[in-house]
């Protein structure tokens, strides 16, 4: 094996949260760092371009493309899974939009028991990673390194949308992350000046100018090392070769919310049994790493509009493809800015929610399977995002060999309540595609159709047709309860000098989508690293596993 250097501090993970940690961590000089990452360098044309979205769905140079064990309460069916396998991560290939979640999303995280965590703690770190063009605000932030903006164009299809939201009675709403969430608007996108601004533009690119930053990507993390209860290094494999690396502060994973357990289950933490039925040696019997999987599953219908104002339209010819490549080009406009979702309207669909429990959205474009081709007629796409599912799964390895996928199984719609709420947004969001406004741009419903009335039918066609937008968290939980995996510092719990610093550790979903908490995430995670170097600390196991 190659015997790597030693570093102070080595990051698991080029993400959202990893390239957060490796800018921060280096920042001051202080502290070596190595950062490993899976995928490769993000140069490719496509990353930086919104639009790149549609393309990078399936690309498997760039993305995981990892998909669900068939799901009991959806029809049976395996659900994709996309997650991004490239400097940057998910935020290199995400859809883009800003929306941080609601602040009772935080207080309850709070309210669970981990101090810190409440809206008013993470607020300064949602504020310190913006640069918002709007400027800042007593909720908002300019000059941080991750560029939020508004739409370039508006789109008449959007503007439709969002005044038939107000003709079904919901309020505008020119900010989601503003002092409500409820109510209708255009969506801000992490971009700037029409190129996306993952975290690898963001973040990890002007860090790598700093001698203490070695980036190591194509480098596929295959265990965690440790002296007794000490984490003190990473194994790793480059074109086949194994090699090493040693930590001496800490050994912080931040590899997403399916690779994070991954690869503390290929170290040896986990569920005993499972372990033990692969053949690996138990470091800790710990339940809960893997377990408690929380995603956001959404209902999609699909409209054919009456007029070629559509994605689908736009880039039907050649003759079109042509122009908005050159629109974009010469102006950062057109097609090629938009996101994956334009517009959209969050609302109390269940009568029992206090704060929006439904985000319906509109997407300018209609494919006939979610990346796949776009449809040959002018159509947009409605979503419904079920946006507190209580509905929890689990992922397990599901072999010693850490190139083999591990077992997705978000259990998607498994209570009752999922089912209701997720049926009663999908009846508001098709009520905003029937108001005036919206009404007069649409020639027919395509999915689920108008045959499609009763409650019953239209669950069934959203267990059928449903998927997921991309939101998995909760793998490898805060809190302090027996399924906990790390505390509300995010030490792992009987561990010293292992962190865990990504979407895994959310106690629950946020409201909304899921990058900008994760980065925040990676903000108060480094803030917590430094304070505890300063305080010559280290990590401390805070209870015994
Ligand atoms: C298709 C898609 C669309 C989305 N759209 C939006 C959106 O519009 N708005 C929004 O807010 N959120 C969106 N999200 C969600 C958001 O991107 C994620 O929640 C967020 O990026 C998660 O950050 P993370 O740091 O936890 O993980 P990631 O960003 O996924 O980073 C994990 C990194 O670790 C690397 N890695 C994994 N295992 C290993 C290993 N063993 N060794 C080395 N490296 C490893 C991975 O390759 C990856 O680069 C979307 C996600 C996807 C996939």
Redesign the pocket.
């Known amino acids: 094996m190659h015997q790597g250097d030693a570093f102070d501090y080595i990051i ?7 390239c957060v940690l490796a800018n921060r961590l280096t920042a001051s000089g202080r502290h070596r760092v190595l950062l ?4 490769p360098n993000n140069r490719h044309p496509w990353l930086h371009i919104p639009l790149g979205y549609g393309k990078l ?1 399936t690309d498997r140079r760039f993305n995981w493309c990892y998909e669900t064990e068939p799901q009991p309460e959806c029809d049976g069916r395996a659900i994709i899974a ?5 400097l940057g ?3 290199s ?7 941080r979640g609601q602040a009772e999303d935080f207080d309850h995280w709070r309210q669970l028991g981990n101090a810190g965590w409440s809206f008013d703690d993470v607020l300064p770190y949602f504020r310190r990673a913006e640069d918002n063009e709007r400027g800042a605000d007593a909720l908002h932030g300019a000059g941080g390194p991750l560029s939020v903006a508004d739409a370039r164009d508006r789109h008449p299809l959007a503007d439709a949308f969002i005044e038939a939201a107000v003709e079904c009675g919901y309020p505008r709403n020119d900010d989601f992350n503003g002092p409500t969430q409820e109510g209708a608007g255009y969506y801000q996108t992490t971009t700037r000046n029409g190129r996306r601004s993952s975290t690898a533009v963001g973040y990890l690119k002007p860090a790598r100018r700093r001698a203490n930053l070695t980036v190591v990507s194509e ?3 295959t265990r965690v090392l440790f002296h007794g209860r000490r984490a003190n290094g990473v194994e ?1 494999l480059v074109d086949g070769e194994k090699r090493s690396a040693r930590a001496n502060a800490e050994v912080i994973v ?4 399916f ?1 994070s357990p991954q ?1 503390l289950q290929l170290s040896g933490l986990g569920p005993a049994s499972l372990l033990q039925s692969l053949g690996i040696a138990v470091v800790a019997d710990m339940p809960g790493v893997g377990n408690g999987l929380n995603d956001h599953y959404a209902g999609r219908i699909i409209l054919r509009c009456n007029e070629p104002l559509t994605l689908n339209d736009a880039v039907r010819s050649w003759g079109g493809k042509i122009t908005e490549g050159l629109r974009y080009g010469f102006t950062r406009r057109g097609y090629l800015t938009v ?2 979702i334009a517009a959209g309207c969050f609302v109390r669909a269940h009568p029992s929610s206090d704060t929006p429990d439904s985000q319906c959205s509109i997407a300018l474009y209609s494919a006939d399977a979610i990346g796949g081709n776009l449809h040959p007629f002018p159509g947009v796409t409605g979503i419904c995002t079920l946006l507190r599912p209580e509905s929890r799964g689990s992922v397990r390895i599901k072999s010693a060999d ?1 190139r083999q996928a591990p077992a997705i199984h978000p259990n998607y719609l498994a209570t009752a309540k999922d089912r209701e709420t997720i049926v009663a947004g999908v009846k508001a969001l098709r009520g905003i595609f029937r108001a005036p406004a919206m009404a007069r741009h649409i020639a027919e419903e395509l999915e689920p159709g108008a045959q499609c009335v009763s409650d019953d039918d239209l669950l069934d066609f959203i267990r059928r047709c449903g998927s997921t937008t ?2 998995p968290v909760s793998t490898c939980r805060m809190g302090s309860d027996p399924n906990a995996v790390v505390d509300e510092r995010l030490r792992v719990h009987g561990f010293e000098g292992l962190r865990v610093v ?3 550790i959310m106690p629950a979903v946020v409201s909304g ?4 908490a ?1 980065i925040m995430i990676g903000e108060k995670g480094a803030d917590m690293i430094l304070a505890d170097a300063a305080a010559g600390a280290g990590v401390r196991a805070s209870r015994a596993a």
Not at 36 to 39: K, N, R, S, T, V
Not at 93 to 99: F, K, V
Not at 254 to 257: L, P, T, Y
């Open positions: 698991v993970g080029a993400g959202s949260a990893g490993l990452e899976a995928g769905f996309p997650r991004g396998k490239v991560g998910s935020s290939i995400s859809g883009l939009i800003y929306i480098a596929l993390a790793y931040a590899s997403g919310a690779n690869l996101a994956a850490p991309y939101h990504d979407a895994s989508n899921t990058n900008a994760t």
